[in-house]
């Protein structure tokens, strides 16, 4: 049984540093020519923008039920006024930036894994080896390149809309303005709190990127296995990024000690 066990944490430390060699070779390699510039802006509005009606629509939605939540808590000690600093707050420094990658992770990471494990399958990464096109360079670089860009501006609009939603939420139920809503929300709101929450979303983007395409490189056993390996893309990405994100809640707060 110990040794099944062992052999088991094996396999998946193995696993994890393959990954994490896969990363550091594809961020090695976005700084050396040839830069695919076209291929990485053409998967950035793949990405970045067809997610953004998602994005949106789950930032707006997110808003109001936080609004709701919130009023329901505050309204006992009588400290409405504060509804919406706290769902500023709560949007912008965790809920945004975690929501938006888990979103991102099962869109795009299950495209990604599956779009590269079918071109595996069919050989037609070999086909790109073959007329000496770096396949790594050119199908796994690039995608990593344009979820790490695409991250924190995916990220940027559920708040906003996150935002937009709570006052929406406000205003049917107060009739506060947009003025005195939003001014109150951004009361609170610093510089630290928005910028390091923002910028590791570009970690969860390498993340994803990253998993996707490794497992859409070494995917086998024809369609079923393009199936695993878009499955397999989301769920490890997703677990991946709610980990990470413990340690970088906790960097930022070594960081910001203010912000704890």
Not at 173 to 198: C, H, K, W
Request: hydrophobic fraction near 55%.
């Amino acid at each position: 049984m110990l040794e099944r066990v062992g052999a088991a944490l094996i396999a998946v430390l193995s696993w994890i540093g393959d990954v994490a060699l896969w990363g550091v070779r594809a961020l090695r390699d976005a700084f050396l020519p040839p830069y695919e510039f076209g291929e990485i802006a053409r998967h950035v509005f793949e990405i970045g923008w067809r997610s953004t009606p998602l994005i949106a629509t789950s930032g707006m939605a997110i808003g109001v039920v936080l609004s709701m939540h919130t009023r329901a808590s505050l309204e006992r000690f009588g400290a409405e006024a504060m509804i919406p600093a706290g769902l500023a707050i709560a949007l912008i420094r965790e809920t945004g930036p975690l929501v938006t990658a888990l979103l991102v992770a099962g869109r795009v990471g299950a495209g990604i894994g599956a779009e590269l494990g079918a071109m595996k399958v069919t050989e037609q990464i070999d086909a790109l080896e073959a007329v000496a096109v770096d396949s790594f360079k050119y199908l796994a670089v690039t995608r990593i390149v344009a979820c790490i860009l695409a991250m924190p501006l995916l990220t940027t609009i559920t708040n906003f809309f996150g935002i937009l939603g709570g006052w929406i939420a406000e205003f049917t139920i107060s009739g506060m303005t947009y003025r005195l809503y939003f001014n109150r929300a951004f009361s609170l709101i610093e510089f630290q709190d928005f910028v390091p929450a923002t910028i590791k979303t570009a970690v969860f983007g390498l993340i994803i990127g990253t998993v996707a395409s490794y497992l859409g490189f070494t995917t086998t056993q024809g369609t079923e296995g393009v199936g695993r390996t878009s499955t397999r893309s989301v769920v490890l990405s997703s677990i991946m990024i709610i980990v990470t994100n413990v340690v970088l809640v906790k960097l930022i707060f070594f960081i910001y000690p203010e912000r704890a």
